[in-house]
């Protein structure tokens, strides 16, 4: 329990813990927290050292940045060498390796490749640049896709015409589908994400107990939000119910956020496929630009590549993405593969299950090793 | 950039109803708060701000918590305030 101390709180830490424990009983139970923030937590807190030994969490696919494939980053590495085009992108994304080499290096070499925070960002430079073209690579889940929808909307309103939208944005619905459909998987429950939640709310995860009979219960991103929702999964196993329940609900609304849902649906429509890394193509699982705003589609405007590259053999993302192997079980992990020269996504992203190990798990296990506590 | 960042609300602008100055860590930068245009916010709100959108009203006490917890994240946290103050400096 020595890590309990860590907690700004440790009283209700504790008494979580022993709840837990008393649900678990005596049977084991797996459950997967789908977002890339709660695994941050979760390594970074030892929270699976401090479970008792038969409640065992598993990783998810929730970290956009690793699900990208590389074929995608070829993509937009060819749009950045471009001759005249300003590359914009999030900063989680210049590391992110394609089948030769990455944005930054794509930089180094003297493409036009520029980090920004916002989408807006891009936008201005797309304004005080008109002689130039402005390319943004738009990644993430719906917790993003809002932002870049609104932007398209006000370049469109703005007729800023050197401006232009690499489209990757994701969707969380058809990737948890995924997992549940894969026949080689037990899972007795699933921690939801909650910041996509906060746009899409409580209503889409309906099918997981109403089709598949497992619980999902929607957590925060603290330590004691995520043992809560594992206490409240446990609760409602033992009480025999089935249901979507809100752990976080004191930012996730049961409705979404409704004008963000309106803008989606008005930018954005499905893509009928989409490769994810490691798992293959999902169908419906990612968002494109609607015909209605085709000119700042980057992918009708430029002539892409659109080659599709297989993951490097030795990188075992996508096991890792399914929750079917932990980072230390991938044959690469920390050795030939680490955050400073990433073979795979997962160790690129601070929101990775890799990088999140490397930073912060391993000292959590090794420490619980050594004190013969749960390894 | 998937983090999610406690700001509050410092002024609305009062040409756009769409954009207003939150203060996030101790630095002033615009947001885009078109999403929470049903929330009729003021100027003391908390909300939470993803790449330089408000995507949640939260209270105040949420915010001190989801700060905490940022900070406890380390390099993540400082990569997405770093990369904030030096959209600032371009704007």
Partial sequence: ?375 | MCLGIPGQLVTLDGTNPHLAVAEVSGVRRTVNIGLLEDERLQPGDWVLIHVGFAMSKIDEKEAERALAGLRLMGRAYEDELESMKASLEGS
């Fill in chain 1, 1 to 375: 329990m020595r890590f309990v101390d860590e907690y700004r709180d440790p009283v209700p830490a504790r008494s979580l813990l022993s709840l837990i424990t008393e649900l678990a009983g005596g049977d084991a139970f797996k459950f997967m927290e789908v977002c890339g923030g709660h695994t941050h937590t979760i390594y970074r807190h030892g929270i699976e050292h401090l479970l008792p030994e038969s409640v065992e969490l598993v990783h998810g696919p929730g970290c956009p940045v690793c699900v990208i494939p590389m074929g995608r980053v070829d993509d937009a590495i060819s749009l950045a060498e471009r001759p005249g085009v300003i590359f914009t992108s999030f900063g989680d994304m210049m590391r992110v390796p394609g089948s030769r080499a990455n944005l930054l290096a794509a930089k180094a070499g003297g493409a036009d490749v520029r980090f920004v925070y916002s989408p807006l960002d891009a936008l201005r430079i797309a304004t005080e640049n008109p002689d130039r073209e402005v390319v943004f690579f738009a990644v993430g889940f719906e917790t993003t896709a809002p932002s870049t929808a609104l932007t398209l909307l006000q370049a469109r309103a703005r007729e800023v015409a050197n401006f232009s939208v690499f489209c990757n944005h994701v969707t969380i619905i058809p990737p948890i589908k995924a997992i549940l459909d894969s026949p080689d998987f037990r899972l007795d429950g699933f921690l939801g994400p909650g910041h996509v939640s906060t746009v899409i709310g409580q209503r889409p995860y309906r099918f997981v107990p109403a089709r598949y009979r497992k619980p999902l219960v929607t957590a925060g991103f603290e330590p004691l939000d995520i043992l809560q929702a594992i206490a409240m999964l446990l609760a409602q196993i033992r009480e025999g119910r089935c249901e979507v329940e809100n752990q976080y609900s004191r930012v996730v609304r049961d409705e979404g956020n409704p004008r963000a849902l309106a803008v989606l649906a008005q930018v954005f429509e499905l893509r009928p496929h989409f490769e994810w890394r490691g798992l293959g193509f999902i169908s419906q699982s990612a968002l494109r630009l609607r015909d209605d705003f085709a000119g700042f589609d980057a992918e009708r405007r430029y002539e892409l590549p659109g080659v599709r590259v297989a993951d490097p053999k030795a990188c075992q993302c996508g096991e890792v993405l399914k929750g079917v192997i932990k980072p230390w079980q991938c044959k690469v992990f920390g050795t030939a593969c680490t955050p400073e020269h990433p073979i795979g996504t997962c160790m690129v992203s601070s929101e990775g299950a890799c990088a999140a190990y490397y930073n912060f798990g391993r000292m959590h296990r090794e420490a619980a090793v050594a004190i013969g506590s749960k390894a």
